[in-house]
Nanobody, 115 residues
Framework: QVQLVESGGGLVQAGGSLRLSCAASGIIFDINTMGWYRQAPGKQRELVAVITRSGRTNYSDSVKGRFTISRNNLKNTVYLQMNSLKPEDTAVYYC?????????WGQGTQVTVSS
């Protein structure tokens, strides 16, 4: 089993920055991809950014150039640096990790961007 705990959400003005962190614990030796998804009210959960164990990344078009995902394999932690935030980035952000046994989610952290 894998447990994921997010931190770093909050309220920020448009144009500001936030950094999300997600720490994995449990049976984590074989985690491959880690990433961030978000869900705004009334919308489906969508991919924000993912990173493989080797460091390969993939971003949603809506965040390219503004968000940066990174990972520390020794600390089993994934980060999301969010710059130039927009009101449309407001959502609950969820950490995700996967291995051969399954797909795991954190409890989510709220990010609110005021205009």
């Amino acid at each position: 089993q894998v447990q994921l705990v997010e931190s770093g959400g909050g309220l920020v003005q448009a144009g500001g920055s936030l950094r999300l962190s997600c720490a994995a614990s449990g049976i984590i030796f074989d985690i491959n991809t880690m990433g961030w998804y978000r869900q705004a009210p009334g919308k489906q959960r969508e991919l924000v950014a993912v990173i493989t164990r080797s460091g390969r990344t993939n971003y949603s078009d809506s965040v390219k150039g503004r968000f940066t995902i990174s990972r520390n394999n020794l600390k089993n932690t994934v980060y999301l640096q969010m710059n130039s935030l927009k009101p449309e980035d407001t959502a609950v952000y969820y950490c995700n990790a996967d291995n051969l046994r399954g797909d795991y989610w954190g409890q989510g952290t709220q990010v609110t961007v005021s205009s």
